[in-house]
């Protein structure tokens, strides 16, 4: 006879079990095996890749001080933030007047600002200049979308100290030759250079002080063309003058087989023509030695979002996806206001939660080097047995084999089929008995 206190009791019990959720917060995901190895391969080619350029790994916290999360170079994603409260003693509920009385940390949304904070920590004791291959988890406050998640992995590729244009030739030539070995062809990657457009807009008579809402409506121009941007500029409440200088420029570009050489013209008395310069070095040196399997183009229009970039900006601009796979640029001042030092440093990060979901879309299977063999054993398996089917399961891993020791299900066929689907082309069963077979 179950009381009333035990049937309180009982159901409090199944509530609490009731209440706990499968699924996982919304914007992350559980990944499973088969996404797993995948990501697995992918990791292995990107530090192989990026180590046979001189790139050395580092890792840092995934919290970082609220302060450096917030000093105004993250743009956009300063709003996206997920903070962390203060804890222990620091945290006084009862008192606090302001998000600062409450909060000291963030986890972090890039990985540029923790290196930046690394990087000015540890400067004496790191090569000069200094390469570095970051790979880590970062968190945004973001909506959810197609190859856009809260939690996602980044793979960065910082070069610090090298304050001339080989710094970006290295990263676009690794960053593109990592991709090439995961099989992507014919995608683009989108340059141009923050000197060049701040001199266009300078050029056309716009304060500095309206760069940045100028650069938003400009980055639209892919999707509302030429008009557009200039109707969105004039409804900005700029003035008609700049405005018609500025579209003037950009139809120029559209009308010469030479965009670098009609800006270096065009711009002579706002940039410097050693911009131009190395501008154009870049593209030619990539263009001399790069594969046939991307394309380099110079993209007038190009902002990136980014408060932090100072010069080169870059995009990898895959078809597949119908958007931004990447990308990265120069950020000579970040440096400095950890140090009041400024450090050259120039960035390429991949995207590589959308890589990984053109991979899995693709039918992407990683390659083997051996072959991938299922031993099922017979429950009750005699303990000699047992011993000989492990070690010749370690023989076979051994000469490079992966192979799978499972109990042998009831329904083997379906536990067969489980495994065909998981890769598995070969099966051996053994039996307590021998005539079994």
């Known amino acids: ?27 992350m995901k559980d990944i499973l095996p ?7 391969y992918v990791i292995g080619v990107i530090k192989e890749t990026y180590g046979n350029f001189g790139f050395t790994s580092i890792e ?9 999360l917030n000093c105004k170079a993250g743009g956009e994603n300063e709003k996206l933030i997920f903070k962390i409260l203060k804890r222990g003693e620091k945290l006084r ?51 959810p979308q197609r190859g856009r998640y809260r939690q996602f992995m980044q793979c960065d590729i910082d070069i610090l100290g090298e304050a001339g244009n080989l710094a970006e ?12 070995r995961l099989g992507f062809r014919n995608f683009n990657i989108r340059i141009n250079d923050r000197q060049i457009l701040k001199a266009m807009a300078a050029y056309s008579g716009f ?19 030429i008009e557009g941007v200039e109707a969105e500029l004039h409804e900005a409440g700029y003035d008609q003058t700049c405005v018609s200088k500025y579209m003037e420029l950009y139809r120029g570009l559209q009308d010469t087989d030479d965009m670098v ?18 501008f154009k070095e870049i593209i030619d040196s990539v263009e001399a030695t790069k594969g046939d399997f991307f394309e380099l183009v110079f993209d007038p229009t190009l902002v990136r979002g980014m408060s932090y970039y100072t010069g080169t900006i870059f995009e990898i ?21 950890f140090t009041g030092n400024d450090v050259p440093a120039c960035g390429f990060s991949i995207g590589f939660e959308r890589i990984i979901l053109l991979l899995l879309e693709s039918g992407f299977q990683v390659p083997k080097t051996g072959q991938k063999i299922a031993y099922l054993l017979e429950k009750g398996l005699p303990s000699g047995k047992l011993c000989e089917v492990m070690a010749q399961a370690q023989e076979e891993r051994a000469h490079g084999n992966q192979i799978l020791v499972a109990r042998m299900n009831k329904n083997k066929k379906f536990q067969k089929e489980q495994l065909t689907a998981q890769g598995y082309e070969a099966f051996q069963e053994f039996y307590k008995e021998e005539l079994k077979r």
């Not at 179950?2 to 914007?27: C, D, F, N």
């Not at 840092?60 to 450096?68: D, L, R, S």
């Open 34 to 40: 088969e996404e797993m190895e995948i990501r697995d």
């Open 93 to 143: 509920l009862a008192q606090a007047q302001s998000e600062d009385d409450l909060v000291d940390g963030g986890l972090r949304y890039d990985l540029t600002v923790p290196l930046v904070r690394y990087y000015s920590n540890h400067a004496n004791e790191l090569p000069a200049p200094f390469k570095a291959l970051q790979m880590g988890n970062v968190w945004r406050a973001d909506r």
């Open 261 to 278: 050489g009609y800006l270096a013209d065009r711009l002579s008395g706002v940039l410097s023509g050693e911009v131009m310069e190395s």
């Open 207 to 225: 304060v500095e002080d309206d760069y940045d809402q100028v650069f938003i409506i400009l980055d639209k121009m892919d999707k509302i063309g």
């Open 317 to 337: 601009d895959m078809p597949e996806f119908g958007g931004s796979c990447g990308g990265g640029g120069r950020y000579d001042k970040m440096v400095g206001k």
């Open 60 to 68: 840092t916290p995934c919290v970082e001080n609220i302060a450096n």
């Open 169 to 180: 030739i290295e990263l676009i030539l690794a960053t593109t030759t990592t991709l090439g």
């Open 1 to 27: 006879m179950v009381t009333g206190k035990q049937k309180t009791e009982l159901l409090r019990k199944m509530g609490e079990i009731m209440a706990l959720s499968k699924k996982p917060v919304t914007g």
